[in-house]
């Protein structure tokens, strides 16, 4: 089971750093991805991590940061510069099983069940 906080409120520019935290699983090799979703959208990629290998999203590139917390078993994502494009409900993600793609939703079998993030402009 997985558990995202940290979502918020907050002014154009600021941050907000989100975490994930695992139950009855390890991250410590799995990959863990960051996901989220817009209003009227659909569900995208935003980072994964797995070991020290972290991708990103070209949207966020530069701005956010995964992270993980072997010790505790937590994933965060630190979000900085936020825009209000970066609005959206963000959902952690992890899978056992490591499948090719990175970026798409198939790829991961357990899922959170979201935060909430708005960026006023």
């Known amino acids: 089971q997985l558990q995202a906080s940290g979502g918020g409120l907050v002014q154009a520019g600021g941050s907000l750093r989100l975490s994930c935290a695992a139950s009855?699983?390890?991250?410590?090799?799995?990959?863990v991805g960051w996901f989220r979703q817009a209003p009227g959208k659909e569900r995208e990629f935003v980072a994964a991590?797995?070991?020290?290998?972290?991708s990103y999203a070209d949207s966020v590139k530069g701005r956010f940061t995964i992270s993980k917390d072997n010790a505790k078993n937590m994933v965060y994502l630190q979000m900085n510069r936020l825009k209000p494009e970066d609005t959206a409900v963000y959902y952690c993600a992890t899978s056992q099983e490591v499948r090719p793609s990175i970026t798409a939703m198939t790829s991961y079998d357990y899922w959170g069940q979201g935060t909430l993030v708005t960026v006023s402009s």
């Open positions: 009855g699983r390890t991250f410590s090799s799995y990959r």
């Open positions: 991590i797995r070991w020290s290998i972290e």
